[in-house]
Every structure is written in structure tokens, then in C-alpha cells.
């Protein structure tokens, strides 16, 4: 619902005002004066300004422009006095959208807003694509100041402009698919398709003729010929997620791909040649499929080649806080908040977790949060409960104090995100018995 804000000092206007806008359906809220006004637009997302232009802390005219100058997407309608047409000239001159004399029926009022409010949302829906459109190319998108992330976004840099074929490794949710795109939109066929097809979604015939296609009457039911997703990404980019899923046979056809270019369809007698970049993602241990007869070595010594390890969240925890505070904002531009803060227990709480779902995960935290969030600071309570029993819980396997002791050592760094001086706090003992204890339970600070 487009939301609108009233500035007037004279309670009637407002009122009134307030009460025909709502009655056409938009949300509206008022202020008396520029400085409340000013407190409310720094706290909410609203789509237009309607304000007077005397008012007791100043011009309606000036405050147009800091608006503009602040919140360029957002729409002004300034309310002159009768007979005083010039403030409304000089207010456009600042960027309002249009100006009204005080008196105006609603035949003029009401036009003049939808029209503003139209804009904005023109505005808005540019803007977002535009954001979006950016978002989809380069690295600036993939956030991290951990070495490890590091480490892998330079490597990716490396290769995006080459053709070679890249493999990206890492758990569910590390951002592999972020990764590929990056990767294609810093190549030299970003203005060519970036193709993506998971691999583990399809049954193996399903796959085979989704990636490669067929001829007309290859099977029951192929009643005509069918591109396949390889043909359709020609001169682009391919990007074949959950790679480890694929079966013997396609393993074979997808590496003659990689080599040549070239494969047969099914039911074609002549081969297909394309001028493709394959990047290839999984979760599982490709070594370990290998050696158990699972996955070709050739293709994986071919992949291999160029392999990324995208680091789980869990081993860069210091890029929580970054990583929640970007996913704050913009689920809180969603619901139309200006500003959000993480308060510390809460960013300390996210580091403490066990991310097993890695970014995924994390970013579906905080657009719970963000949902229940009543006000602009992120607390704990906003957290799904588990998060109150997340430290690794004791399993008695053992009577031992000793074990019991490291156990809860291990806790209490885990809840600190391996700050030894906060988990020395937390557990009331100095720092030097800490690090004694950490050494004697052979701990580390992650732990
Ligand atoms: N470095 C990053 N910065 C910001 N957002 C990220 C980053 N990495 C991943 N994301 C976000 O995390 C989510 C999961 O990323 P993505 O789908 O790329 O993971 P994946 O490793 O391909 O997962 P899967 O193996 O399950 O397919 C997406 O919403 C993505 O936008």
C-alpha cells in the first residue's frame, strides 16, 4: 500500500487530509512540523511528501529540496497559500512533483497524488531492476573480509576472463551459484546466456535430453525437434550445479563436451558443436566418488583443473556481522524501513550458531527476524528458539568432570565466536587459565 506524509501544521488540514487520502486507500501518516517529519522519513520508506509550505521550523519550499537531494525516489507535493503561486513554482524548481493551493477540492488533490505516487513507484521498480541488473555481474556483490572468501573470490577473478572450466566446491548454501554468475558476468560472453541447470532435479533421461536435446521421434512423445540447454547457452555460459549427481553415461558425454564442444543428441546421427563455458558445482567430496567408482577421474582431473572451495559460513564467522547487517537492510527496505541496527547480543548470537545451511540458512534468519520486527533494532528474541539451546549441547558419554569441563569451555568459546577474552568473562577465570585449559583440552580458539 503506498504510504504518504502529511506536513501541516493546522491539526484540521491534516486531519482532513489524512483522513480523504485513506479513504482512496493509501497508508498515511503526519507530522506538524519539518523537524518530526524530517524523524519520520529518516525512520520509514514512504512513496510521497505532501506538505505545506509555511511551517513553524520553516519552508516547505526548502524542505523539497533536502528531501530530493536525501531521498531522490521519493515524490513531493508541496500546499501553497492562495495567492501565493510563486512558492509552488519555486518548490518545482526544487524537484516537487507538483504543487497545490490550499483550498484545492478533491477533483485536484486526489489526480495530483495518484499521479505522484504512480511515478515513485516508476521510479522504485527502475531503480530495483537496475540494482538487480547490477547484482547479477561482478564480485562486489559477494561480501566477506575473511582470507578465506577472500582467497576464493581472487582466484575466480583470476579465471573469469578466461574460458576455462571451473569447478566450485563447498557445502549447500556457500554461495556456489553466486559464485558462476559472478564469474560469467565478469567474462568475456556477459552479454551472452548464463544458463543454470541442477543437476539432481531431473531423472538421468530427463537430464540427458534437457542438456542435449533430441530429433523428432528419438522417443515416444518426441514429436519434434528440441534444443538442448547446451545449444541454447552457445557462446554463453553454463552452469551445471549439483555435478557430482550425474550418471556414468552422461559423465562420458559431458566430458567429450568440455574437450570438443561437440555431442550427439539423442536420436541425431550427426554431432552438435557448441562454444560453451561449463562451470561445475557440488557438495560432495568429488575424491571420495572417485575412489569409490562414483565418478569418473577423467572428467574429475578434467574439472579439477580449476577448482574453488567456497569456505563454509561456519569457518569465516568474522563476516557474520557483515553478511546479516546486508541482509538486514535490504529485507528491511522490503517492508519499507529506512534504517535497521543489529544489537550486539544478536549479531553475537548469529556467530554462535552452527550454520549448517551456511548463507542460505543465515539469510533466512534474519528475514524471519526482520518480519517480527517491531521497531528498527534486531534482538535476540527475534531469533528462531533453537538458537537459545545452540550451543552444542552435552551428550553424557562421560561421568568426568574433565569432560564436562571442556565441554563447557568448548561452549562458552563457540557462544563468543572464539573471543578467548569474552569466554574468559563468560566463564568468570582469567585469561591465562584459559588459554591453560584450551591447551590441556587441546581446544581451538574456533571451537
Ligand atoms: N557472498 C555472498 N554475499 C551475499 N549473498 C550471498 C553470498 N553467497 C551466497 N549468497 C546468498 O546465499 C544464498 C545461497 O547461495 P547459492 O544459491 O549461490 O548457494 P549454493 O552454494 O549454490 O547452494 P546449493 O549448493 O544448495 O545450490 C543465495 O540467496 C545467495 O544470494
Known amino acids: 500500500m503506498p504510504k504518504i506524509l502529511i506536513i501541516d501544521d493546522e491539526k484540521d488540514i491534516r486531519n482532513l487530509l489524512a483522513k480523504t487520502l485513506e479513504l482512496e486507500g493509501y497508508q498515511v501518516k503526519t507530522a506538524e512540523r519539518i523537524s518530526e517529519g524530517w524523524t519520520k522519513l529518516s ?134 551459484e553466486v559464485f558462476a554468475n559472478a564469474i560469467h558476468g565478469a567474462s568475456t560472453r556477459k552479454t551472452q546466456s548464463f544458463i543454470a541447470i541442477n543437476c539432481s532435479a531431473f531423472g538421468k533421461d530427463l537430464l540427458e535430453s534437457e542438456l542435449f536435446g533430441y530429433k523428432a521421434g528419438a522417443f515416444t512423445g518426441a514429436t519434434k525437434d528440441k534444443k538442448g540447454l547446451l545449444e541454447e547457452a552457445h557462446k554463453g555460459t553454463v552452469f551445471l550445479d549439483e555435478f557430482g549427481e550425474l550418471q556414468g553415461d552422461l559423465q562420458a558425454k559431458l566430458l567429450r563436451v568440455i574437450e570438443t564442444g561437440r555431442f550427439i543428441k539423442l536420436g541425431d546421427t550427426k554431432e552438435t558443436q557448441v562454444d560453451i563455458r561449463i562451470i561445475a558445482a557440488t557438495n560432495r567430496n568429488l575424491e571420495d566418488e572417485v575412489s569409490k567408482g562414483h565418478f569418473r577421474e577423467d572428467l574429475f582431473y578434467r574439472l579439477a583443473v580449476f577448482q574453488i572451495a567456497l569456505p563454509s559460513l561456519d569457518s569465516r564467522k568474522e563476516d557474520i556481522p557483515l553478511l546479516a547487517y546486508h541482509f538486514a537492510k535490504r529485507f528491511a527496505q522490503k517492508e519499507g524501513l529506512r534504517e535497521i541496527n543489529l544489537s550486539s547480543e544478536y549479531a553475537e548470537a548469529l556467530k554462535a550458531h552452527r550454520w549448517k545451511g551456511n548463507i542460505r540458512e543465515l539469510r533466512n534468519v534474519i528475514e524471519r527476524s526482520v518480519i517480527l520486527l517491531e521497531g528498527n533494532n534486531l534482538t535476540v528474541d527475534l531469533l528462531p528458539v533453537q538458537f537459545l539451546q545452540d550451543q552444542p549441547s552435552i551428550h553424557l558419554t562421560s561421568w568426568s568432570l574433565k569432560d564436562l569441563e571442556k565441554t563447557h569451555i568448548e561452549k562458552a568459546l563457540a557462544h563468543a565466536g572464539g573471543n578467548k577474552t569474552k569466554t574468559a568473562e563468560l566463564l568468570g577465570i582469567g585469561l591465562t587459565t584459559l588459554y591453560r585449559k584450551m591447551e590441556e583440552y587441546q581446544l581451538a580458539a574456533e571451537s
Open 43 to 176: 525512520m520509514e520508506e514512504f512513496d510521497l511528501v505532501l506538505s505545506d509550505v509555511r511551517l513553524p521550523d520553516g519552508s516547505g519550499v526548502d524542505l523539497c529540496r533536502r528531501i530530493k537531494e536525501k531521498f531522490p525516489l521519493l515524490e513531493v507535493i508541496c500546499m501553497t497559500a492562495f495567492g501565493n503561486i510563486r512558492d509552488g513554482i519555486q518548490a518545482m524548481k526544487n524537484g516537487a512533483f507538483d504543487y497545490l493551493v490550499k483550498g484545492d477540492d478533491n477533483e485536484k488533490l486526489i489526480p495530483a497524488v495518484a499521479k505522484a505516487i504512480e511515478k515513485a513507484e516508476l521510479v522504485r521498480r527502475i531503480s530495483h531492476l537496475e540494482q538487480r541488473l547490477n547484482q547479477q555481474v561482478g564480485f562486489d556483490t559477494i561480501l566477506g573480509n575473511s582470507k578465506e572468501i577472500k582467497k576464493a573470490i581472487s582466484l575466480a577473478i583470476k579465471v573469469a576472463p578466461t574460458d576455462t572450466t571451473v569447478l566450485l566446491t563447498g557445502e549447500s548454501g556457500t554461495g556456489k
